[in-house]
């Protein structure tokens, strides 16, 4: 039986996954996804308070957006989200978002890792490992084999990396020799914004009164986003307390990058006592460092996927290889404060010349390329 590694359980590994057992329903194949998180979801994360699983934060990605030059080109993947109840049309006041005429924005009541967790059920039989960081791979006797930081190697027919693409660069093993020059070329070329996000949980009963579920902040030097984020997934509940997410801006991120999670934590809440003050205290919090956040430059031409290897197929794809809307490096500064690749960030005021499609309309489009691409191999 043949054997594929996905490497990341984010959107593009779990779609892959799904789309893989859908096109391929009768064949022995056995699907392997391998992450290096304790769970799924990628840069898609839902976190939990620790003193109350129900009380949850989207700490990546907060909505996905439906454009009109999608709607009927991913009729299918939003007919079967909305009708599964992972996604529900986003109703909930966000401040300062700017709505592109006919476009449509849904949340996830069940937290934004819902979507990635819906198409791991829809892999059938997929084999999920967490904690599973791959290191290495070679090329052993016409098949991969590929080494995590703990366990044994082990061998697979196809290789499907989903990884950020820096990450993808930080491979070693035959990997390294394997790509050619001019693809190395382009995957250095890749760039990503840095930001942090904070959640902040809070007992059952706490009442966070602000006439918003969301807003966007133009006006301070550290926070970009802050989200009421129960109340924007129209999940509020006495059983639970409300939990808070807060985005900095991509100049701030950058600046703090090197310094450890603990220093910076303290600076944005500072910030948020400015803008929200008297806001209660949470029970816990967490804060999240994301060195690669949304696609600030892609792949030039925006192949979808890049095929490493053709026999034994290694391929990867992810938002580092979808279409841009950005002009060049002549992207104006709003954009890169607060980049398009991911979505929602179209939302914002900044000329159209700057915006880029949004993710999940993206790599359904991408993975859609490989998906055919591999399932290709499979046959073959
Ligand atoms: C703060 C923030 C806000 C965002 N807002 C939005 C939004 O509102 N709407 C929207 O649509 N998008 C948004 N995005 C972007 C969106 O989350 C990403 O574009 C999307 O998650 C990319 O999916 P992916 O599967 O390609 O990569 P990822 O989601 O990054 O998944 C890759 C997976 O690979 C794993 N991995 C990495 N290296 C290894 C390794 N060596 N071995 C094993 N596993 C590995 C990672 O743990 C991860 O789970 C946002 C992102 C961030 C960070």
Known sequence: MARVLIVGAGPTG????????????????????WDKA???????????????????????????????????????FY????AHGVLKP?????????????????????????????????SAGADVFYEHHVTQIYLRGGKWEVCKKTGSPEQFDIVVLTIPVPQILQLQGDIVNIIKESQKQQLESVSYSSRYALGLFYEAGTWIDV??????????????????????????????GPSVVVHTSVPFGTAHLEW?????????????ENIMPGLPKPTSIKCQKWRYSQVTKAIPSCPGQMTLHIKPLLVCGGDGFTHSNFDGDEVPIKCAAYPKSGATRNKQPVPVKGRKKRVLERIQVDIQMYISHVTRFVIS
């Open 211 to 240: 006439p918003w579920a969301a807003q966007y902040i133009t006006n301070n030097p550290c926070i970009r986003f802050i989200s009421i984020d129960n109340k924007k997934r129209n999940i509020e509940s006495s059983e639970f």
């Open 260 to 272: 450890d999670k603990e220093k910076v934590q303290p600076i944005i809440l500072d910030h948020l």
């Open 38 to 76: 304790r769970g799924a979801g990628g840069r898609m994360t839902t976190s939990r308070s620790p003193h109350n699983p129900r009380c949850t934060a989207d700490l990546g990605a907060q909505y996905i957006t439906l454009r009109p030059a999608y709607a009927l080109k991913h009729q299918s």
């Open 14 to 33: 779990s779609l892959c996954a799904a789309l893989l057992r859908r096109e391929l329903p009768q064949r022995p194949l056995r699907i392997v996804l």
């Open 79 to 82: 007919e079967d989200l909305l």
């Open 90 to 122: 986003l109703t909930a006041p966000v401040e300062g978002m700017v709505m592109e005429e006919g476009s449509h924005n849904f949340v996830t009541p069940q937290g934004i890792s819902s979507i990635v967790k819906h198409y791991l059920t829809e």
